[in-house]
C-alpha cells in the first residue's frame, strides 16, 4: 500500500482528509495521514513550513508529501505568493505558488530527490470553497440562504474563484448568510453530505490534485 503524509493548516483540515478523503484513497490502495504545519493552527511563514515539508520529505523516502493549505491568509514569504497576485484566474495562482514550493524543496535536497514524491496543493483560495460544490447542502434545504448564496456563486466562473479579500473570502460570504457557522462543526458536516465526487465536479484544481494523488497507487 502506498503512503502520503497531508501537511495541513488546522482541524477543519485533518477532519476533511480523516473523514472524506481518507476512505476514498483507501480503497485505492493508498494509506494518508495528515499532520499540522504547526499545533495553533494555520499557515505559519515559509521559513517555518519548508522546515516542516523538508523533515516530512526526509523522514521516510517510501512515503510521499502533498500539502492542503489555504491561498486566503498564506503569508507572502511562501514561494511565488506575491507574484500570484498579478494573476486573475485561481487555476494560475494555484500553479506559480504550487512550482515554487516543489522549485525550493527540490533545490535544498538535491539530485538524489525524486520530485514525484512531493505533490505541492494550494487550496483555492479556501476551504470554504468547497463546500460551494451544493449550495442545497451548504444551506440545509433553507431555499431563503441557497438563494443567497447561489447569488455569490453566480458571480465567479466556479467556486474556486470566490476571492480572497477579507471580507469576501468563501467563509465569510458563508457567514454572513448562515448564523453561527463553525468550520469544524458545519464546515465538516457539509463536506461529508456533499461528496468527494461533487466537489471534484465543481472545483478543477481540487479535482486536478485528488486525480495526481490516485496516481500515485497506479505507480
Known sequence: MSNIKFLVEG?????????????HFYERGIYIKPFLFQKAGGVPKYSISQKQILNTVKSDPSC???????FYGMPTDWPGREQANHCQICAEK???VESGIL???AGHLGNS????????????HEFEALLFSDISV????NSAISAQLEHVLQAFSCAEEINDNYNTCPSRRIKQHIENYVKTVDGIIAARK???KKMRRECPHFNEWITKLEDIGNQ
Not at 64 to 70: F, I, P
Open 103 to 105: 522549485k525550493d524543496i
Open 11 to 23: 482541524p477543519t483540515e485533518i477532519l476533511f482528509v480523516n473523514e472524506v478523503l481518507k476512505p
Open 64 to 70: 510521499c508529501c502533498t500539502t492542503m493549505v489555504d
Open 194 to 196: 456533499i461528496g468527494l
Open 113 to 124: 530527490f525524486n520530485p514525484n514524491r512531493l505533490m505541492p496543493h494550494v487550496q483555492m
Open 138 to 141: 451548504l444551506a440545509a434545504r
Open 94 to 96: 494555484a500553479d506559480i
